[in-house]
């Protein structure tokens, strides 16, 4: 007689195919206009039914961490009860396997939301192919969901070719994808991965090395009944260097994908290497982003733009860091658009956008060099706000207006030059489009009004009496 706690579980086991085959049966034929992959889906469920299962995770006899290297393979239906580990071994998931991953809806056992960790020293390989993609998702065919699959540092690999993520990114977890903090860990290679059907969260690569050159993601959608508009849950949430390895063929949204969650939010605010960002056809969202030089080597940092990006602007960014040390914080920004593409700078707000949604674009003398730093061919809409203290480096007597671009003078008294600024549209500014400290010898050497910059400012009618002079002597 077997004992009691194997008969539970494979009792249990033998309970969840049944209860997906329940499910699947009860539901109603697809519409004509079936979300992307959904059918698929279906078809998945139906095939794992009857199924030989392995389960892993939070669940009474299931192996929750690795104890050595491991393969799944197809022959096999994958059941993850809550959080599963790889410790410091590799699992490898054979192409046509199917992992099933426990939602919040399964009581039997109170296991949270299934979800793969891979452990410093670990890796994952998740190896599909073209022909026959491995499939990951929730038990259910109904909208239950599951976390995702994330890395901390020092892990020795992170490999997906042909994936299929169904239903991931819920409830409070990191992300469908996600890694920590680490300039040293390998990219995450990402070939032909799809997610579809989003429940809140999607991608979080917080480390500097980002996705590999051979990557192609695409998210083709979000739970269509989610309509909360939280901006904590972007479609990709990404550290500032690791977004330069996004290129319209590594990473792709879909029409599926709400407006409010198409923005690639850069949530860690520190710019320390060199990087481009590529026009996406989607935004980029910043709340305080930093371009203090090389912390380590005090070498100087530059951020470059492409033509047709878009920053949309929580709060303020920061050209040369803010302690003014142009010795350790010297950094720069370049954003030069064309006519037909230029770069926009604008309202990171997700409601309706008003002058003053973000501060500036901050710019201390000596922290920059003049000669890099340039704005050409742009946009800055619905900045100069006020900062939480009042405008430093103003000189004409007034501290309540703010500007979409802020000058800060050199901590000696000579002349100095701002940045290189042509052919651009300032327009509703909460305060100013251009401020700067030019009293005495501090003086900025650009009026940027004259004719010779060829710029244009726009929709301040509604602020005249806060209107002075760009520059003052």
Known sequence: MRPRTNSFRYAFLAFVPLFCGRALAAAPPPAKAAAPGESELRAVYKAVHGKPQKAYGQIINAKAVLDSDETWKPDHVYLVYGPFSTGAHTLTIEAGTVVLFNDDQIRIVSAPHGYIQVDPGGGIKILGTEKDHVVLASFDAEDLYWDGIGAGSNYKDFTIQYADFYKAGAGAGAGAISTLHSGDDPALTLSHVNFYKLQSKGLKIWNETGLAPDSSVTVYGYNPKNTSKNTQYPVMDCDPVAAGTLTRATFATKAGVPEY??????????????????????????????????????????????????????????????????????GNLVAAGTKEKPITFTSGSIEKHQPGDWQSIFLRAGSFDPKVT????????YGGSLPKNTMWHDSDGR?????????????????????????????????????????????????????????????FADLKERQLPLTKE
Not at 374 to 381: A, G, I, K, L
Not at 408 to 432: A, V
Request: aromatic content about 8%.
């Open 261 to 330: 969650a198409r923005v690639i939010s850069v949530t860690t605010p520190m710019v320390l290497k060199d990087v481009v960002w590529h026009d996406l056809g989607i935004p980029y969202r910043v709340m305080e982003l930093q371009i203090p030089g090389d912390t380590y080597t005090g070498a100087p940092v530059k951020l470059t733009l492409e033509p047709g990006v878009t920053v949309q602007i929580n709060d303020i960014i920061y050209v040369g860091g803010k302690t003014g040390n142009g010795e350790t914080d010297m």
């Open 374 to 381: 340039r704005f050409d061919n742009c946009v800055f809409e």
């Open 399 to 459: 501290g309540d207006v703010g500007s979409e671009i802020a000058i800060m003078s050199p901590p000696r008294s000579e002349p100095y030059d701002g940045p290189k600024i042509t052919n651009s549209i300032f327009r509703k500014s909460g305060g100013q489009a251009v401020r700067a400290r030019t009293m005495g010898p501090y003086r900025l050497n650009q009026l940027y009004t004259d004719a010779q910059y060829g710029n244009k400012f726009e929709d």
